[in-house]
């Protein structure tokens, strides 16, 4: 098995494709992203959950190979939102940016299959992944409202600022904890976790508005 | 005369028009996503018993006597006597198969476990 042809995205071009599936399917830009109402019903994907998915293989979703159905793991649906909804963001992510690879890997029995998954090169699942999760995060914390909703939270960090400040704390060691409140006001606003937002905030350069 | 389209297509049709995605309406309802999806998906049949097609009928919120109302009833009566496929054929299969996943620690799923997720899927 052949590597795969992947096109390695910049950044911007993810978020160019991003901000592009937004207008098409949720050009309202209400917050959060409605990104199950979005695959089931726009989509027409079917989303499948799996009991103990995450426990017996540690996966948490997947897309079937013909792009109809995201499986994901069943525990993540009940009781993990925010995680459930990265989860479908992600996967879509892969059918938006991979629709053309997964068309061109020919799977024709379940054989091939399991000599496919052997033999994949880790560096090429990699650069997958890493645009899925760039892409998921994108969609539910579009750049846009980051930014716009962080410049509002700022008066609500200045108090830790200042007081940093008048310790002759350093800025790099504030800003940890500075970036940390920030995505704790913004995480329920986009319905995902701090965490997520923490990476977008640094992926999108938006430290520097921290004073 | 032939329906054109199924109970569970009609059922996830039904959800759709009220907004409600899956998490949702299992969470509002109280019931299972697993089964509410294999029984959209044609892989479980619609419940048997009237009281439990006329439960699920309201939280689908179809009005009793409507064209829908009628509808869903007769393509559950349809379904009757159909025996779904409880497993998946293996040319259905490899449609299904993922192409991309990773495992959380970012390692390779072992062959015991590839064959063992295979015949998950198979019956998911």
Same mark, same amino acid.
């Given at each position: 098995m052949g590597k795969l042809d992947i096109q390695y995205l910049t950044y911007q071009q993810i978020s160019q494709r991003a901000e592009e599936f937004l207008l098409t399917y949720? &050009?309202?830009?209400?917050? &959060?992203?409605p990104i199950e109402e979005i695959i089931e019903f726009k989509l027409g994907v079917d989303i499948v959950p799996i009991p103990n998915l995450q426990k017996d293989f540690e996966i948490e979703g997947f897309t079937s190979s013909d792009l109809k159905i995201v499986y994901v793991d069943q525990f993540i649906l009940s009781e993990r939102p925010a995680r459930y909804r990265f989860t479908l963001a992600h996967e879509i992510g892969h059918r938006v940016l991979h629709k053309k690879i997964f068309k061109e890997?020919?799977?024709?029995s379940v054989k091939s299959w399991k000599a496919f998954v052997d033999l994949a090169d880790p560096q090429d699942y990699s650069a997958l992944e890493f645009q899925g999760y760039a892409f998921g995060g994108l969609i539910l914390v579009p750049p846009p409202e980051l930014k716009r909703l962080m410049e509002k939270n700022l008066p609500n960090i200045k108090n830790l600022i200042k007081i940093s400040k008048s310790r002759n704390i350093d800025r790099e060691q504030y800003l940890d904890y500075a970036k940390e409140k920030i995505a704790q006001e913004l995480a329920p606003i986009f319905d995902v976790s701090t965490e997520v937002i923490i990476k977008r905030i640094e992926y999108d350069k938006l430290e520097m508005l921290i004073p | 005369m032939a329906h054109k389209v199924t109970f569970g297509q009609f059922f996830k049709k039904m959800r759709g028009k009220k907004g409600l995605s899956l998490r949702r309406f299992c969470i509002e309802n109280n019931l299972d996503p697993g089964n509410i999806s294999k029984m959209e998906r044609g892989l479980i049949p619609p419940p048997k018993s009237q009281e439990k097609l006329e439960q699920y009928a309201s939280y689908l919120e179809v009005?009793?006597?409507s064209d829908d109302w009628y509808e869903y009833f007769d393509l559950a009566a349809a379904h009757s006597g159909k025996i779904p496929d409880d497993l998946m054929k293996d040319d259905e299969l490899v449609k299904k198969l993922p192409l991309v996943f990773r495992t959380i620690r970012g390692q390779k799923v072992s062959k015991e476990k590839i064959n063992k997720l295979a015949e998950v899927i198979r019956k998911s």
């Open positions: 949720h &050009p309202s830009k209400q917050l &959060p992203v890997i020919r799977i024709t | 009005e009793k006597g």
